[in-house]
């Protein structure tokens, strides 16, 4: 009755101290269900920080550093040799002059400038001052360092063309090639760290056993100092910042050894990084570029003042960094490339699979740590394929990334030529077939291999093992259109870095794909694991341990500190007198098998025994 007199017109009825009472009674337990409610969303959404991060964004501006980074201008004029006539690359050191590092373009061979050649002294100088400007950084908010993060956005952001084309110049890899893999994750990154990174390096809590319930628990993340870097030469803007960005946020400094193939262009990038921290007040020391040959690299990870390096190259190279940084135990994240299979099932459409076949092989002139080297077919389709994708293959066009049009670029450097026509000469003697490509292309003037499209590869031949590292699409055929025999053949490889598998079913696809030895996979797609940052990236056997990107990359560069505090104010742990000093061996054994029975005994007379003996020998 009470209930009807809430939708009674007589407002005397709807004045009954009972409909009053109701009333109140459910806008309160609607008030705690809509507490309760936001509170479980926030927790599994984290409106709250959004709501936060979207506020600093909107009300917080950043500075505008445009005007105090000096880009090079970069046109097509740069098509030719910079005034010299060489057809052959320069080398690295010039005998005349060995405290330079000289730099050329490899997409026409010209010279571009010098970079110092420094010593271990000056790295050591380097690491240094990095490290006094990291005890203050160190103390910085994470709305201080967001703020520098953006800053560094929005530069990157306005600049995109000028970017792009220093990253043409320095590394020969197509405009196209540099928007996806140098800017596109870069901006990605900067964006996750933004919107995640604090929440990664929160306090995490940790669950107390009964013996310890007086207690609370949490792991906190302590930044580790000063970080190493030795950046690779494929990807020269992205390798620049990749490690800046999250370094800087977890609260080190970074001192970046670039690779001296990519020099020039690695410095204009390092003094964004510097002019991002120096507008918004804070030290550019915190950040440092070193450039140099091999001994500059090992000076680094020899470095006292570092704390941990980050090495990304071959697996040879990864070796000696390990040997170097074991006499100071010093940790190391090693990202050693990869030989990523893809692989096509035969219920997939060739027109939908061919485009991912020709990404996956060719982005970057095949120089792509998580690049297509091998590519498994399945029988039934495997001569539809190779018949579909040939032309385009040996229409791919090729020359100087700033001038016309051009869909491959050129090698960073000559020697991976020889070491491609190695391994492609080595495969063609033992049975493969080169459908198109397989040399140098001479007709243009710098570094360049052509597109190569390669099919019946076999276990024996050094391709299938080996790492490319350029623009050579390997075909092999998976006998029977089998999901078993493809498993074995694709793990039956050195590297285990990336892979995908392409099929109708998505069921399928999965079930082979999480049978491969690999660090990371996709099922239909390629290469989208590193776009989404909240993902870890690594792989296994030779393509090194550790990783980056994601929680577990951010928190790599932290000390993981365990922390244990009293829960209840008052409540403090005393040491029992059965196990205090001097000892008591009866008491004190009896005391400890009490706590033992008690509290892990599966009976529940033992318990209660194990309370008597407690009080006994208590």
Not at 509 to 524: R, V
């Amino acid at each position: 009755g009470v209930a009807l007199k809430l939708f009674s017109a007589d407002a005397q009825a709807a004045a009954d101290p009972a409909v009053t009472k109701l009333i109140s009674i459910l806008l309160l337990c609607t008030s705690i269900f809509f507490v309760i409610a936001l509170h479980y969303v926030n927790k599994e959404w984290k409106l709250g920080r959004d709501i936060k991060l979207s506020l600093e964004a909107l009300f917080q501006r950043v500075p505008d550093i445009s005007g105090s980074i000096d880009l090079p201008k970069v046109d097509g004029n740069d098509t030719k040799n910079g005034g010299t006539d060489n057809s052959k690359p320069q080398p690295l050191i010039d005998p005349a002059n060995p405290s330079l590092v000289q730099c050329y373009s490899p997409s026409s061979l010209g010279n571009i400038g010098t970079v110092p050649n420094l010593s271990a002294k000056e790295v050591s100088e380097m690491a240094l001052r990095s490290k006094n400007a990291q005890q203050v950084w160190k103390s910085t908010t994470f709305a201080q360092r967001r703020r520098v993060l953006r800053t560094l956005q929005k530069y990157v952001v306005s600049h995109v063309d000028e970017i792009c084309q220093l990253c043409a110049k320095d590394s020969g890899k197509t405009q196209v090639d540099a928007l996806l893999g140098e800017i596109l994750t870069t901006c990605e990154k900067t964006r996750t760290l933004l919107h995640q990174g604090e929440t990664w390096l929160e306090r995490s809590p940790r669950q107390v056993n009964p013996m310890m319930m007086h207690k609370t628990a949490y792991v906190e993340y302590v930044p580790l100092g000063v970080l190493g870097i030795i950046a690779p030469w494929n990807y020269p803007f992205h390798n620049m910042l990749n490690h800046v960005l999250s370094g800087i946020f977890s609260g080190n400094g970074v001192v970046t050894k670039c690779s001296e193939h990519t020099s020039w262009s690695s410095m204009y990038f390092h003094n964004i990084c510097r002019a991002a921290l120096e507008e918004n007040g804070f030290d550019p020391d915190l950040v440092q570029l070193c450039t140099g040959m091999a001994d500059t690299g090992k000076a680094l990870v020899e470095c006292p003042h570092i704390d941990k390096i980050f090495f990304t190259g071959s697996p040879n190279v990864g070796r000696h960094v390990m040997k170097g940084a074991a006499p100071f135990l010093k940790p190391v994240v090693l990202e050693l490339g990869g030989k990523d299979a893809m692989v096509f099932c035969d219920d997939v459409k060739l027109s939908e699979v061919i485009p991912w076949a020709m990404r996956g092989c060719f982005q970057n002139c095949g120089q792509n740590c998580c690049g297509v080297e091998r590519l498994f077919v399945y029988e039934s389709i495997a001569a539809d394929f190779i018949n579909g994708i040939k032309d385009k293959v040996s229409t791919l066009r090729q020359g100087c990334p700033l001038g016309d049009d051009v869909d491959c670029g050129a090698m960073v450097m000559d020697q991976q030529c020889d070491l491609i026509q190695a391994l492609v000469d080595d495969a063609v003697a033992r049975g493969a077939t080169v459908h198109c490509g397989g040399k140098r292309n001479t007709t243009a003037a710098g570094q360049f291999y052509q597109p190569t499209l390669l099919s019946g590869v076999t276990s024996e031949m050094r391709i299938w093992k080996e790492e490319v590292f350029g623009p050579i699409m390997c075909v092999v055929v998976v006998p029977g259109d089998d999901d078993d025999v493809c498993v074995s053949m694709v793990n039956d490889c050195p590297f285990g870095l990336g892979s995908s598998v392409y099929s109708a079913s998505k069921t399928r696809a999965l079930a082979i794909g999480s049978q491969f030895n690999t660090g990371m996979f996709t099922a239909n797609d390629f290469g989208v694991n590193y776009l989404i940052q909240s993902l870890p990236f690594g792989g296994v056997k030779e393509s090194g341990f550790g990783r980056f990107a994601g929680p577990e990359g951010l928190r790599s560069c932290c000390l993981e500190r365990s922390i244990v505090i009293d829960r209840i104010p008052g409540v403090k742990t005393t040491i029992p007198g059965a196990i205090d000093y001097p000892m008591n061996t009866t008491q004190g054994m009896g005391f400890g098998k009490g706590l033992v029975e008690l509290f892990y005994g599966d009976t529940l007379w033992g318990k209660v025994k194990a309370i008597l003996n407690l009080i006994r020998h208590g």
